[in-house]
T-cell receptor, first 111, second 114 residues
């Protein structure tokens, strides 16, 4: 009964490839997020999304795009992967601006 | 913009020692404050939170008090255990709404030795 789940847990790929990370929440929340954690453990918001609005952090390259097929899912698509994209990506969800609950993370390694 | 500053560590303590991890913040609005914990190889778990001045959040023996006058939210525990070894993140979300996401500190790596 995982509240926020992500797949895959590990993703190893070559530079230039396109990949997706899936996120699902079963908490009935209306807002979902993607965060990036770099090698120094620093966490930064990439996107937040509810059924009305997508907020994009201005530092995120447009190779990254969130896609939400429904309220419970927010997938992250990454085109033309670069070495610097290697990181741990966390999905999270909340009800409006209340507490955010995080998924287990996806460790992306770009070779 | 908003920011969170916390001691980065690593902080190494012996079991049963008293723990303080300092956290200060700057925010344009009136934020809610959080401590999250990340155990090795895992995701982030909410440890405690406080939503207004003088609120005290507590969980699993950890406590933190929202101090508006000093813009601080220091994490404390009276007697740490080896199982508390983890990375601790202080974070805030501004009163303007959640759409901008959490602003995190850089994390404090805590190591508890038996």
């Amino acid at each position: 009964d995982t509240a926020v789940s992500q797949t895959p847990k590990y993703l190893v790929t070559q530079m230039g490839n396109d990949k997706s990370i899936k996120c699902e929440q079963n908490l009935g929340h209306d807002t979902m997020y993607w965060y990036k954690q770099d090698s120094k453990k620093f966490l930064k918001i990439m996107f937040s999304y509810n059924n009305k609005e997508l907020i994009i952090n201005e530092t995120v390259p447009n190779r990254f795009s969130p896609k939400s097929p429904d309220k419970a899912h927010l997938n992250l698509h990454i085109n033309s992967l670069e070495l610097g994209d290697s990181a741990v990506y966390f999905c999270a969800s909340s009800q409006a601006s209340d507490t955010q609950y995080f998924g287990p993370g996806t460790r992306l390694t770009v070779l | 913009g908003d920011s969170v500053t916390q001691m980065e560590g690593p902080v190494t303590l012996s079991e049963e020692a008293f723990l303080t991890i300092n956290c200060t913040y700057t925010a344009t609005g009136y934020p809610s404050l959080f401590w999250y914990v990340q155990y090795p190889g895992e995701g982030l778990q909410l440890l405690l939170k406080a939503t207004k001045a003088d609120d005290k959040g507590s969980n699993k023996g950890f406590e933190a008090t929202y101090r508006k006058e000093t813009t601080s939210f220091h994490l404390e525990k009276g007697s740490v255990q080896v199982s508390d070894s983890a990375v601790y993140f202080c974070a805030l979300i501004d009163s303007g709404g959640g759409a901008d996401g959490l602003t995190f500190g850089k994390g404090t790596h805590l190591i508890i030795q038996p």
